[in-house]
């Protein structure tokens, strides 16, 4: 009984030597964080939830020695983003506040791919529908132009063309837009090809969304960000 006694106190240090042991081997592959680090290991490195601080702070999960899914990591100068991580780097939803001295917090809110934010929503534009005969729908944005318009130009690959049934094909046109969300002050005829009609909504409200109708054929497209937009649609018909 009192051998047991003795042997208690050193088992425990034995452990608390174990585990500091691992801990010490456990490591964290970014170097702003190697220094010390608790909590789960895998195969020598972090691996799971676990607080890492060396000049930077980081606590969250981890999966191989590097912030992988969601955390929180502060830099030595202040500023924290708390969200989602992919292999060391920003990848996913979060927000990134930045300290400015004698000033109120700058924060930024949204979505970032590769350590780089991509804007406040994962993607900027959503195409709920399209007919079965418009072939393809690209949307583009102009980000050397900050004015908010959206130019749509439609094309049809036999336009021009004799049809037996009914004549010459007629370049494609926007017959009506059913707006869902959004306004816009007034469209203009833009420049047109020989397959195609070219119109512009000026003076979009953002986020916007419509139903583009092309005759029989539609599309329902939203747009979330501002910006000078282009959709290009082209019907196979």
């Given at each position: ?93 979060g927000s990134m506040t930045y300290k400015r001295a004698g000033k109120k917090d700058s924060i930024v809110t949204g979505f970032w791919q590769k350590d780089v934010y991509a804007g406040l929503y994962e993607k900027p534009f959503i195409i709920y529908s399209r007919s079965s ?105």
């Open positions: 009984m009192n051998l047991d006694k003795k042997l208690f106190p050193l088992l425990i240090l034995i452990s608390i030597t174990l585990r500091l042991s691992a801990q010490e081997t456990c490591k964290v592959l970014v170097p702003e964080l190697s220094g010390k680090y608790e909590g789960d290991c895998k195969k020598g490195k972090a691996s799971g939830n676990g607080k890492a601080e060396g000049v930077d702070l980081y606590d969250g999960e981890f999966k191989e020695g590097l912030p992988d899914g969601k955390g929180v990591y502060q830099w030595k100068n202040g500023n924290t983003y708390n969200g989602f991580w992919l292999k060391g780097k920003k990848q996913g939803s005969q418009i072939a393809k729908i690209s949307i583009n944005k102009n980000n050397k132009d900050n004015t908010n318009n959206i130019i749509i130009e439609v094309q049809n690959t036999t336009a021009g063309t004799a049809s037996v049934s009914s004549g010459v094909q007629s370049k494609p046109q926007i017959t009506d837009i059913l707006l869902r969300r959004g306004n816009f002050l007034q469209i203009n005829q833009g420049l047109a090809g020989p397959k195609s009609t070219v119109q512009q909504l000026n003076k979009v409200d953002f986020p916007f969304r419509a139903v583009f109708r092309f005759g029989s054929q539609e599309a329902d497209i939203e747009i979330l960000e501002p910006g000078n937009w282009k959709i290009f649609v082209n019907l196979n018909n």
